[in-house]
T-cell receptor
Framework: DVKVTQSSRYLVKRTGEKVFLECVQDMDHENMFWYRQDPGLGLRLIYFSYDVKMKEKGDIPEGYSVSREKKERFSLILESASTNQTSMYLC????????????FGSGTQLSVL | QKEVEQNSGPLSVPEGAIASLNCTYSDRGSQSFFWYRQYSGKSPELIMFIYSNGDKEDGRFTAQLNKASQYVSLLIRDSQPSDSATYLCAVNFGNEKLTFGTGTRLTIIP
């Protein structure tokens, strides 16, 4: 089974803090994605990556950055957390091809106070 | 802006009946279509995908695609209480990523 592991299930941070969300997959997938999920807005793509050291902006990249130094690890960075970044963050990976058949991690519920 | 639309529900269906979930999308050139199931407090999991017009069956699930009318649906036969979840429709618009609808919440009534 594909396993996508997110480092924290719940996080509480203060406004202005730098926040790192980590994601690791164990199936040698090429593609990795970061989404956020908010009630009534569904899943929205923040950033994605097709290869090590490569990244592409999704639909809502503002206020976020990413890092992919190794194939299995994809990190989401909130440079200066704000209250409107309180959300459920979901990491996903896929084996290749156009972002299909996503396998999701269990999610990180981030609260920014 | 490429869009995927779903009725948010909730949709209530008696146990044993057929649940019908619908999704429309904005781009006629879209190539691939997915249904994900998300239980409350859990992450989405893929249950069906379809690429060609027509029906695709997998157990109690049938995905139906009509590219001319730009809709994709999911039928769940013999609905069970364990099918109660939010169902997310996702479309690949050919731009190397998936766009999700906001989901339909389905409740199966025993």
């Amino acid at each position: 089974d594909v396993k996508v592991t997110q480092s924290s299930r719940y996080l509480v941070k203060r406004t202005g803090e730098k926040v790192f969300l980590e994601c690791v997959q164990d199936m040698d997938h090429e593609n990795m994605f970061w989404y956020r999920q908010d009630p009534g807005l569904g899943l929205r793509l923040i950033y994605f990556s097709y290869d090590v050291k490569m990244k592409e902006k999704g639909d809502i990249p503002e206020g976020y950055s990413v890092s992919r130094e190794k194939k299995e690890r994809f990190s989401l960075i909130l440079e200066s957390a704000s209250t409107n970044q309180t959300s459920m963050y979901l990491c996903a990976s896929s084996p290749g091809g156009a972002g299909e058949k996503l396998f999701f991690g269990s999610g990180t519920q981030l609260s920014v106070l | 802006q490429k869009e995927v639309e779903q009725n948010s529900g909730p949709l209530s269906v008696p146990e044993g009946a057929i649940a019908s979930l619908n999704c429309t999308y904005s781009d006629r050139g879209s190539q691939s279509f997915f249904w994900y199931r998300q239980y409350s407090g859990k992450s989405p999991e893929l249950i069906m995908f379809i690429y060609s017009n027509g029906d695709k069956e997998d157990g109690r699930f049938t995905a139906q695609l009509n590219k001319a009318s730009q809709y994709v649906s999911l039928l769940i036969r013999d609905s069970q209480p364990s099918d109660s979840a939010t169902y997310l429709c996702a479309v690949n618009f050919g731009n190397e990523k998936l766009t999700f609808g906001t989901g339909t919440r389905l409740t199966i009534i025993p």
